[in-house]
């Protein structure tokens, strides 16, 4: 494995990179593995088909601000992977008719090249910068060149999700949401992801907005009473639209109903109002008269 720890690598390869060498046709070099990290939060993966192949095509395109950590592993799909070495470059979109310079090149912070083949590169925008659309671009001798753009923004405030416990089916997930803004949630949609694919989940959770007494802490409640919440764990994902906020990942895990039955007399004098088990409603909601009080 060969590493490379350098904050003037990108510079480096500026110099030797122009776009005749990067005409080479064969092999496909794909992304296998794409990553954001902000400060001390967890690692979270980000689909691949974030990083897209046309400039204006900025629809769900993968947002990374100065805070933000960026790690994308590449491998080419060839078997003779032995003694290639794989350039990278990341820079801002040029202008028609403008040239490449030294301002417009992001820095890289870390590139690492496994013997499988496999070459991960980590950087973050630099903060004298212009936010905009940029391009990162890989190529090997005989390979066809990876070429997907990415988009840099100003820092939002990002908030944190807390780990949500085991669930029973037919209960709610909850999560809290620390840090939370009325902006992040306005930009911000929460998806089911299954095989890489977003799957929205529109009526089935709601954000109930900070109290008094936690005024930063909002409360994340997913339904666990559609189709698609069946027992196993799943994967979540708020994601931004039109606002660059980095994508936040997290599982659930529904397990099977609960089984306990209770019923609860808040006052016996005031035998027309009881509280039951969640286990219960549908017996209840079946054949309300089995709770008739004669």
């Known amino acids: 494995m060969k590493k490379i720890l350098s904050g003037i690598l990108a510079l480096t390869l500026a110099g030797a990179l122009t776009m005749p060498a990067f005409a080479a046709e064969g092999a496909a070099i794909t992304a296998m593995n794409v990553t954001t990290k902000v400060g001390t939060d967890p690692e979270a993966t980000v689909a691949p088909e974030s ?6 095509d900025e ?8 805070a933000t950590l960026l790690k994308i592993t590449l491998k080419l799909e060839d078997d003779s992977t032995a003694n290639r070495s794989m350039t990278f470059i990341a820079n801002q979109k040029l202008a028609e008719g403008e040239s490449m310079s030294g301002d417009k090149i992001q820095f890289i912070d870390e590139k690492v090249t496994a013997d499988d083949g496999t070459v991960t590169i980590q950087f973050r925008p630099r903060l004298n910068q212009s936010v905009g659309i940029y391009n990162m671009r890989a190529n090997t001798k005989g390979a066809t060149m990876f070429s997907k753009f990415y988009k840099t923004v100003t820092d939002q ?12 089916k037919k209960q709610d997930i909850v999560v809290n949401i620390n840090g939370y803004t009325q902006a992040w949630k306005k930009e911000n949609t929460l998806y089911r992801v299954v095989n890489n694919e977003l799957k929205p989940i529109p009526e089935d959770y709601t954000i109930i907005e900070p109290t008094e007494s936690t005024p930063n802490i909002a409360t994340l409640k997913i339904k666990t009473t559609s189709e698609w919440a069946t027992q196993a764990t799943h994967t979540f994902r708020f994601v931004s639209t039109n606002v660059a906020y980095n994508p936040i990942t997290f599982t659930a895990k529904i397990t099977e109903p609960e089984k306990t039955r209770i019923v609860k007399i808040k006052n016996t004098l005031k035998l027309s109002e009881m509280e039951v088990s969640e286990s219960l409603r549908d017996y209840i909601e079946s054949k309300p008269e089995r709770f008739t009080i004669v």
């Open 59 to 66: 629809e769900n395109m993968l947002r990374i601000s100065p």
């Open 157 to 168: 405030i990002q908030p944190t999700l807390t780990n949500a416990s085991d669930t029973p």
């Open 51 to 56: 990083l897209k192949e046309n400039a204006a």
